[in-house]
């Protein structure tokens, strides 16, 4: 019973909470304005950690500076990926009738890319690089300053969209159209300079989160995967296209996560972590507040 | 009648002359030709459902994974050839069991769930190894190249045959016609949940055997490597490439991934992956009937 | 010959009641028509009947057999067939092979493709769809696809045909020749027919008999000449002429 109150295991839940939440909000608002599952979302994240990798290693960047420039990168991605491949699926009709799934095989290809551009350049192998990992002492709570850093940063940027979809006029526009796409390009609203925003906020944000984790752990080409699953897993259990459901669900996932692999054991992780994206997706495709997308 | 008897006369000569070839190619070749035999098989059995039905598996290598994994775990414990027919049984057996639940859930979210499926099964088989103290196996005394060869040609026709009787089969108009509607097929009297089944229980046999196949061929059973993604991938793409709902389809796709592959994996195997991936990207776009699709067209020849 | 009977049927959604109460049979050959104002139920009771929902509460009975939950597909081989109200072609194949596909699973299925093909041009000509039968269905206009879409719930062979909404986005010109062609299906095919219509022209010259819904309730059932008189359907749905 002292394991579940372990003041060790919360900070590690919150810190992947708030990591996931980051990741999680980005896959979700592409699929909330566009209906478009991105599986090459958690190449995202990797190639945050490889750019603060790098900055830190090759040029002395500290992974703070790195994050604002994984933003910048991982945005112009995510505009190039809108308009040179998104844009397209949504010209042929034949590759319209069937743009859930042709869709999904484009972002297969992309991620695939991106994996291996990455390999090419830095090699397989596993990276790291040391960034303020003194152990903090807090009350009787053990923790690299590190990790403090990034659930501070990540909940930072999370309460940060919150707003920003709350107050600001796009973030307002990006609610619109996740809600209603149609009425929303009737009443002004510029659908496709929103879609652009949309892919450049969401992998912007992925990115940050990928520079956050690479503080804390060590990176790889293929790390990605696992991040977009547990990305899925988090946005059908908040909900599709809801955002703020996404933190919600990021914390239950984070906490079935570290509890499972305290309990259990930490190389059942990975099991644990496709058997919850399985029984979601088949007990719950469409959330677990929404209309179920299975057959009757 | 007369051009049916010419096309399958021609057929088979090709075939015999396939059966031939190790009498007359070096071992390199041989195993180039084993890929490629190896590819037709799989992408075939893959197009068999995913192709007719446009339920797209990105998780077929567990069906190859069990194969291997069975033929193993018989090894030396079951006659050879029981082994591998067990791994093609077993494959089958888990499309039934998984196809069950999983076929229910519609479009891209099932794309997604046979590529969480195929990774659950890897990371499980992982723990049981590792549960039995297994680092990887080492199969010795495996069967020669030649004999591989052979069974492999005999999967890649076997496949070929399958994808061609279920497209002009009853099965077949179904299958596609739950591709177009799904609902309005349900409304003409299809069992779509039935069909689906059967087909995609149907694509995973020869995955199975192929599976036990190749790692008699290589020797080494490892998990990662006997259920690794990029399996499902190059799959996926080759069928994408050449053309996933006709016969002829596959096959141009594995002669060019082969011959991509061999000009390029020694050398520089991130680039031979992103150029794949790059191809998958453009194909899905613009080229999405395949290459055999598009040369159709092209030449004006009857789509059917 | 009773052959459809619903009985005290009822769906609701969460908390809002499509349908509540539903009763009426339908004849063998007759041609009955359901009208009502859109969100009546209409279309829902097609759903219910065809199979593709499952009612709340009530028995749905075809040809003596209780029919209510079954999937559509066990409904389409029973003999029940439908259009949708917005049509659902297999846009990748052929018009023939729409119907070739329905005429290899149906209530009547041929035993080969040469059967069904030879079934399907059979009412490709009736339909007047016999020149595009080897072009792709999403090459045809909307008429051409509603057309399409008899035809292929016709090439299941069945018993009772459920049309909805067909006429709806047809010129005057082209309501004559469909009412014409459903006329003509109708007598030569030994069909029942059901008809969800708003254009009331047609409806009142199709029909021999007409139920009206009104939120989800049978307000009204009876000749045309009845309904029309029918004070509570003129309140709900027809309106008074402008004098």
Redesign the interface.
């Given at each position: 019973m002292g394991v579940i109150f372990s003041s060790q295991l919360l900070a590690s839940v919150m810190v992947l909470a708030s990591l996931y939440a980051l990741v999680a909000i980005g896959l979700n608002l592409v699929y909330g304005t566009m209906r478009l599952l991105n599986v090459a979302h958690g190449e995202l994240v990797m190639l945050g950690g490889y750019i603060a990798y790098w900055g830190f290693a090759r040029w002395g960047i500290s992974p703070l500076l790195s994050t604002f420039i994984a933003m910048v990168a991982g945005a112009a991605v995510g505009a190039l990926v809108y308009v040179a491949i998104i844009r397209h699926l949504f010209r042929s009709t034949r590759v319209l009738a069937r743009v859930e799934a042709n869709s999904l095989l484009a972002f297969f290809g992309i991620s695939v890319v991106i994996q291996n551009v990455t390999a090419l350049a830095f090699t397989a192998n596993q990276r790291g690089y040391s960034y303020m990992d003194e152990v903090l002492l807090i009350g009787d709570l053990r923790i690299a300053a590190n990790r403090v850093l990034a659930l501070a940063i990540a909940a930072t940027a999370c309460i940060a969209c919150a707003l920003f979809f709350r107050y600001a006029r796009s973030g307002m526009a990006m609610r619109a159209v996740i809600q209603q796409r149609d009425a929303a390009a009737l009443v002004g609203i510029d659908v496709d300079r929103i879609n652009i925003q949309v892919f450049a906020l969401g992998f912007a944000l992925a990115a940050l989160a990928g520079t956050l984790i690479s503080m804390t752990q060590q990176i790889s080409p293929f790390m990605g995967f696992p991040f977009t699953v547990s990305a899925f897993v988090i946005i059908i259990l908040g909900g599709l296209g809801n955002l703020t459901g996404s933190i919600f669900g990021a914390l239950m996932l984070a906490a079935v996560e570290v509890y499972g692999a305290a309990l259990i054991s930490p190389s059942f992780r990975s099991i644990l972590v496709y058997g919850v994206f399985i029984a979601v997706l088949l007990l719950r495709p469409e959330g677990l507040l929404g209309r179920s997308i299975a057959a009757r | 009648m007369k051009r049916r008897r010419q096309a399958g006369l021609t057929l088979a000569a090709v075939v015999a002359l396939c059966a031939a070839l190790p009498l007359a190619l070096g071992p390199y070749t041989l195993g180039v030709g084993l890929n490629l035999l190896m590819w037709i098989a799989l992408a075939e059995s893959w197009a068999t459902f995913s192709g007719l039905s446009g339920y797209v598996s990105l998780g077929h290598a567990v069906f190859y994974g069990v194969g291997a994994y069975v033929t193993v775990l018989s090894w030396n414990v079951l006659p050879l050839w029981l082994g591998v027919s067990l791994g093609g049984l077993a494959a089958g057996l888990l499309a039934l069991c998984l196809g069950w639940p999983c076929l229910r859930v519609r479009g891209p979210y099932f794309v997604i769930l046979t590529l969480g499926i195929s990774e659950f099964v890897k990371y499980v088989v992982i723990s049981i190894e590792a549960a039995l103290g297994r680092n990887g196996r080492l199969l010795i005394g495996t069967p020669s190249l030649t004999i591989l060869f052979e069974a492999m040609l005999a999967l890649a026709v076997l496949s070929m045959a399958t994808l061609q009787i279920v497209r002009s089969s009853r099965l077949g108009a179904g299958l596609l016609a739950i591709r177009e509607d799904e609902v309005a097929a349900e409304a003409v009297g299809i069992n779509a949940a039935a069909l689906k089944l059967f087909a995609f229980t149907l694509s995973a046999f020869i995955p199975g055997v192929v599976g036990g196949l190749m790692i008699l061929r290589s020797t080494y059973f490892e998990p990662m490597q006997a259920f690794s993604p990029t399996t499902s991938f190059t799959i996926v793409t080759i069928a994408i490439l050449g053309g996933s709902d006709k016969v002829a389809g596959p096959v141009l796709g594995a002669f060019f991934l082969v011959l991509l592959s061999e000009l390029l994996w020694t050398r520089a195997p991130e680039i031979y992956m992103i150029i794949l991936g790059a191809l998958l990207i453009v194909f899905v776009l613009f080229v999405p009937e395949g290459l055999f699709g598009r040369a159709q067209r092209l030449l004006g020849w009857a789509a059917r | 010959m009773t052959m459809l009977r619903l009985e005290n049927v009822g769906k609701s959604y969460g908390g809002v009641a499509a349908l509540r109460g539903l009763s009426f049979a339908i004849s063998t050959g007759e041609i009955v028509g359901l009208m009502g104002a859109n969100g009546a139920g209409k279309t829902t009771a097609f759903s219910l009947i065809?199979g593709?929902?499952?009612p709340s509460v009530g028995e749905i009975w075809f040809d003596g057999k209780r029919i209510d939950g079954k999937?559509?597909?066990?409904a389409?081989?029973l003999g029940i067939?439908?259009t949708?109200q917005i049509v659902?072609?297999?846009?990748?194949?052929?018009v023939i092979?729409n119907l070739?596909?329905?005429a290899?699973?149906?209530?009547a299925?041929e035993r080969s493709?040469a059967a069904a093909e030879g079934r399907a041009r059979d009412i490709l000509a009736e339909v007047g769809l016999a020149r595009d039968a080897t072009r792709?269905a999403?090459t045809l206009t909307l008429a051409g696809r509603k057309r399409l879409e008899i035809a292929?719930?016709i090439?299941?062979g069945p018993r009772l045909l459920l049309l909805d909404e067909v006429l709806a986005g047809l010129t005057a010109s082209e309501v004559a020749e469909a009412l014409e062609m459903i006329r003509a299906l109708h007598r030569r095919r030994n069909l029942t027919l059901v008809v969800i219509e708003h254009v009331m022209r047609a409806l009142m010259h199709l029909c021999q008999r007409i139920v009206v819904l009104h939120h989800g309730e049978k307000i009204a059932e009876g000749s045309p000449a009845e309904i029309l008189a029918d004070q509570r359907v003129i309140d709900s749905y027809l309106g008074t002429r402008k004098p």
């Open positions: - | - | 065809a593709t929902q499952r999937p559509a597909y066990a389409a081989r067939a439908r949708f659902r072609p297999f846009a990748g194949l052929s092979d070739v596909v329905a290899l699973y149906g209530h299925p493709r792709l999403e292929r719930a090439a299941t």
